[in-house]
């Protein structure tokens, strides 16, 4: 009798314990999940805090923006009415199968109906239809103008940042040499690569083509590729920057350079003349007979001419405040509305940083819903 009461109550040890075990396994699931969704809300409430300390609206200028960016919306709304469609997850897309429809990025078929996987605008080449996403990362095509930064020097190439899943690569054969003759790169080329390019600079380059492993090739055979200085590096969200002919821009009334990257990277910098290194060369031969004191003077002025004066300081400061505040409304980037926003901050005799103030940006906004609305009249 006292063997099956201690084998009773053995069992019932273990029942017991193999509960407490599965009620703690879902104890600490659920403390799992609850200190994730803490750390999840705390960041959220950390990011709704810094949006609204980068801009503080009252009532007035919250009621006047909310009804700019909603106007904004009618209007482009019936400006693609005619276009393509917008769809959203699940929506069917009308087709024809017929015309041996294909199926591409964001589609799927179900019940034998093209449907959306995707939210975005409905895309057709010849037989091809696929959603084009509005927002989204950068999808590199080849010749796209991209602005990037040097992260490694590895043996023959450079690893550089272009705000992709993966780093670029600039090969040593696929840039121009500093003395501009077309050759084979040697090992002192080799060994010379930090003279060129180092960890931290910002260059201009070429989309090549892609590698084997998925990551892009560049290159830099123009001399308007190359590092850039003197100027001031922007990051916004890649879908605002949309391929044009000319991404390279030179305002001439400030004497600015902007190169609107299809990644996202935006430079603002002091405008550098573009000049054949040859030719130079042929210029430069006959003053090779200047004696020592001359040179020693002009390599003074060449430094002079290295410093960036104020003026132009504060235009590269004030342009890339009028990028920030298209970027933060979230409209498509595009020079003429750089230049508008300056030459009216200019016109208001705003300070450089009260164009990042709460009540130019609402300005901004309503004068969109003017062009916008001016335009649609036109049309």
Not at 308 to 336: D, H, K, W, Y
Not at 342 to 349: K, P
Request: proline share 2%; charged share 25%.
């Amino acid at each position: 009798m006292g063997f099956v009461l201690s084998s009773f109550a053995f069992l019932l040890n273990k029942t017991l314990l193999t509960s407490l075990k599965r009620r703690i396994t879902v104890y600490l699931q659920v403390l799992n999940f609850l200190i994730s969704l803490s750390i999840d809300y705390f960041f959220f409430v950390k990011d709704r805090e810094m949006r609204e300390f980068q801009l503080k609206l009252n009532e007035n200028q919250k009621n006047r923006l909310e009804n700019a960016l909603k106007q904004i919306q009618v209007l482009s709304t019936k400006t693609n009415s005619s276009a393509s469609a917008s769809v959203i997850v699940a929506d069917t897309i009308p087709v024809n199968h017929e015309d041996g429809v294909l199926k591409g990025h964001g589609t799927s078929d179900l019940d034998g109906e093209v449907v959306a996987t995707l939210c975005g605008v409905v895309e057709r080449v010849n037989k091809l239809v696929y959603v084009r996403t509005l927002r989204a990362r950068y999808k590199p095509e080849i010749g796209d103008i991209v602005v990037g930064r040097v992260i490694e020097i590895v043996p023959k190439r450079w690893r550089i940042e272009i705000n992709f899943s993966q780093d670029a690569v600039l090969m040593l054969s696929s840039m121009n040499m500093p003395d501009g003759i077309q050759r084979r790169r040697t090992a002192v080329d080799e060994l010379n690569m930090r003279s060129i390019f180092e960890e931290n600079d910002v260059i201009c380059a070429e989309v090549r083509g892609f590698q084997h492993d998925g990551s892009l090739h560049l290159q830099a055979r123009s001399q308007k590729y190359g590092k850039l200085e003197r100027g001031q590096l922007l990051t916004i969200p890649p879908y605002l920057v949309k391929r044009r002919k000319q991404h390279f821009h030179h305002l001439e009334q400030y004497g600015i350079d902007l190169i609107l990257g299809c990644n996202g990277f935006i430079w603002v910098g002091e405008h550098v003349e573009v000049r054949d290194a040859m030719i130079e060369d042929q210029e430069n031969k006959p003053d090779q007979q200047i004696n020592m004191s001359d040179r020693s003077l002009m390599s003074i002025e060449e430094q002079e001419r290295t410093f960036t004066p104020l003026e132009t300081r504060q235009i590269i400061c004030r342009i890339a405040n009028a990028v920030r505040v298209v970027s933060s409304l979230g409209f498509n980037l595009t020079v003429e509305q750089i230049i508008d926003i300056v030459e009216m901050s200019i016109s208001l005799n705003l300070e450089i940083h009260e164009m990042l103030g709460a009540e130019f940006y609402v300005q901004i906004a309503e004068r969109e819903v003017e062009r916008r609305s001016s335009s649609g009249k036109r049309k």
